[in-house]
């Protein structure tokens, strides 16, 4: 059982900047991909970026790339998601998640359906 608990989340203007964490256990969250999706009110969940389980594979939802970033630190199980040049679009509830990766480092799950552990959510509002 993996659980993971997001913080960060908050109000801020236009153009600002957010970093977002996720603090997962247990001790094998290493052998975890793990990905960053948000859901706005009245739409589906989206997949926002989502990275491998050695961290040295990423990738981004093309309304994020450029803008954001996403890392982990394997010793502390630590998942961030630096947030930049945030727009008014980018509110919504953010939700970390874990996949196992079954001994594939380089395995980056992009479908909600791919993940096997979620987290509360943490609530993102730009204003304009």
């Known amino acids: 059982q993996v659980q993971l608990v997001e913080a960060g989340g908050g109000l801020v203007q236009a153009g600002g900047s957010l970093r977002l964490s996720c603090a997962a256990s247990p001790r094998t969250f290493s052998s975890y991909a793990c990905g960053w999706f948000r859901q706005a009110p009245g739409k589906e969940r989206e997949f926002v970026a989502a990275i491998s389980a050695s961290g040295g594979n990423t990738y981004y939802a093309d309304s994020v790339k450029g803008r954001f970033t996403i890392s982990r630190d394997n010793a502390k199980n630590m998942v961030y998601l630096q947030m930049n040049s945030l727009e008014p679009g980018d509110t919504a509830v953010y939700y970390c998640?874990?996949?196992?990766?079954?001994?594939?480092?380089?395995?980056?799950?992009?479908?909600?359906?791919?993940?096997?552990?979620w987290g509360q959510g943490t609530q993102v509002t730009v204003s304009s």
């Open positions: 998640a874990a996949a196992r990766s079954y001994g594939y480092s380089r395995y980056v799950p992009l479908l909600p359906s791919e993940y096997n552990y």
